[in-house]
């Protein structure tokens, strides 16, 4: 059998990671400050240095200036547990899990917290039945299924008069994506997704229904004090201001901040989104003209411009079982990175086997182009050994 031709141009940025994710483009690591390296996490400089980075996420995400953003330790897994260990318990509960992490905090709601929260569950692909959603109860959800590929379908479904909260981890959908901030009342993301920022620390974006919740209600459990967003009289508000619940890495804040910078440079939230959509469409292109590769997210309102999922659908692969299909995958992957031409673009270890190609804001859209004949040449390759 013939080898496949090899392409002949490689993506320039070649990170298409869904996290971290790829660095913004021109970044250096010799453009970030270190002046503030080794002060006191509560001194006046590095505080008022926190503060900027609140302000700057506020300016570019475009958060109301009636809602508190805080830091919370452990990237946006943090910043939903924060969420949930605060929150919930002053009524019941439902979570959307149809895909890896909201799965991940319907067990958190009933095995840690011991709530019985009602799961609406969805198969991969696919996005829960919105008709379920009960406005009187507090609902937790993935804006954008980073495992699954799967994006709400706008936020029309979520009652303006709702009684409950409404909890969003957005982590693979902020900067990316429109949010609609009068239906959501706790926006969770990190610094390591859609600005390609360091891992560690993520946000938690707080209305002021969320922040009457946290003054009125005290959790009926023992609150960590790394998620603890409360004092004995309520809301931490020192926290909305650039004081930090623990420790947190200046570097890392200074990453993030050159990241803001730059999107704010590029034009903003709009620009953002832009890009998003130029590198989705081009990976789209690839797909309706390739005959062995399709979207997982079933239905094109639901499909996600940021964690692209595909699943591999030629005839051979699909008679495979799910063992024969992952080695199928781990060998594109290892081609694809032994050439160069392409890093980390498997799918989450908890999600069908198949491709998972990042079209954030921060990767070019002729690096997606240029990757598509790679994506070509691999799969050939592989299925041929």
Aim: aromatic share 8%.
């Amino acid at each position: 059998m013939t080898r496949p031709i090899k392409p002949d141009v490689k993506p320039a940025r070649p990170w298409f990671s869904s996290g971290p994710t790829a660095k913004r483009p021109g970044w250096s690591a010799e453009g970030l400050p270190t002046d503030l390296l080794g002060r006191g996490i509560r001194a006046p400089e590095v505080v008022a240095r926190f503060a900027e980075g609140l302000a700057l996420t506020r300016e570019v995400l475009e958060v109301p200036e009636d809602w508190a953003l805080v830091y919370v330790p452990g990237s946006d897994t943090g910043a939903v547990e924060a969420a949930l260990w605060n929150l919930l318990g002053a009524r019941p509960v439902q979570v959307m899990a149809f895909e890896n992490f909201g799965k991940v905090w319907a067990t958190d709601a009933r095995d840690h917290l011991n709530l019985q929260p009602e799961i609406l569950d969805a198969p991969w692909g696919r996005f829960p039945d919105v008709t379920r959603v009960d406005p009187a109860a507090d609902l937790v959800f993935p804006w954008n299924g980073t495992t699954s590929g799967v994006r709400a379908p706008g936020g029309d479904w979520i009652a303006t008069d709702r009684e409950g909260l409404v909890i969003c981890d957005a982590t693979s959908a902020a900067f990316a994506m429109a949010l609609p901030w009068d239906r959501l009342d706790v926006v969770t993301f990190s610094f390591q997704k859609a600005l390609g920022g360091e891992a560690g620390l993520g946000m938690a974006a707080l209305s002021p229904r969320a922040i009457e919740r946290l003054d009125q209600f005290v959790p009926p459990r023992p609150v960590p004090k790394v998620l603890r967003l409360r004092n004995d009289t309520g809301f931490e508000r020192p926290l909305a201001t650039g004081s930090m619940i623990n420790t947190f890495s200046v570097m890392t804040l200074e990453d993030w901040i050159d990241a803001l910078v730059w999107a704010k440079a590029e034009g903003g939230l709009g620009a953002l989104i832009t890009r998003t959509e130029a590198n989705a469409a081009a990976l789209d292109e690839w797909v309706a003209r390739t005959d062995w590769v399709d979207w997982l997210a079933e239905d094109p309102a639901t499909r996600s411009t940021t964690s692209v999922c595909l699943k591999i659908i030629h005839p051979r692969v699909a008679a495979m079982d799910d063992e024969a299909r992952r080695d199928l995958v781990t060998r594109m992957k290892a081609l694809l990175e032994d050439e160069g031409a392409a890093f980390d673009i498997e799918g989450h270890r908890n999600a069908p086997a198949g491709l998972r190609i990042w079209c954030g804001c921060t990767v070019d859209v002729e690096d997606v182009r240029t990757l598509t004949p790679w994506l070509d040449w691999a799969f050939a390759v592989a299925m041929a050994e």
